[in-house]
Nanobody, 128 residues
Framework: QVQLVESGGGLVQPGGSLRLSCAAS????????MGWFRQAPGQDREFVAA????????NYADSVEGRFTISRDNAENTVYLQMNSLKPEDTAVYYC?????????????????????WGRGTQVTVSS
C-alpha cells in the first residue's frame, strides 16, 4: 500500500499563492496517476488536478485551470500543487490520492473510486 503525506497548507489572503506537497512512500512503482482533491465543510470531495506518474499528461478542473499547476519529482516521490490567484472559494481540506488504474481514459474520468490511497489532508484557508 502506498502511503501519502500532504503538507504546505495554511492561511493566505485572496490573490495570494501557496504550494502543497504530497510525499509518497511504499510501492510507488504501482502508481499510474496522482491527483489532488478538495473537500469544503458540508461538501463532497471534488477533483482539482491530476498528473500521470511516468508521463507529462495533466488534467485540471475548470474552476482552477490557469491558476493551479500540478507537477512531480519522481526522484523524490513527491507531487506538488502550485496555487496562485487564490479565491475564498478555494478554501477546503486538500487531499492527495494515488491511482493504480492503468488506463488513460480512466485518468481523464477523474473518478474518486480509481484512487485507492489517500493522505490525511492539509487545510487551505483563503481569507482577508
Amino acid at each position: 500500500q502506498v502511503q501519502l503525506v500532504e503538507s504546505g497548507g495554511g492561511l493566505v489572503q485572496p490573490g495570494g499563492s501557496l504550494r502543497l506537497s504530497c510525499a509518497a512512500s511504499g510501492p510507488t512503482f504501482t502508481v499510474y496517476a496522482m491527483g489532488w482533491f478538495r473537500q469544503a465543510p458540508g461538501q463532497d470531495r471534488e477533483f482539482v488536478a491530476a498528473i500521470m506518474w511516468s508521463g507529462d499528461n495533466t488534467n485540471y478542473a475548470d474552476s482552477v485551470e490557469g491558476r493551479f499547476t500540478i507537477s512531480r519529482d519522481n526522484a523524490e516521490n513527491t507531487v506538488y500543487l502550485q496555487m496562485n490567484s487564490l479565491k475564498p472559494e478555494d478554501t477546503a481540506v486538500y487531499y492527495c490520492g494515488a491511482s493504480r488504474v492503468y488506463s488513460y481514459s480512466r485518468f481523464l474520468d477523474r473518478a474518486l473510486k480509481d484512487y485507492d490511497s489517500w493522505g490525511r489532508g492539509t487545510q487551505v484557508t483563503v481569507s482577508s
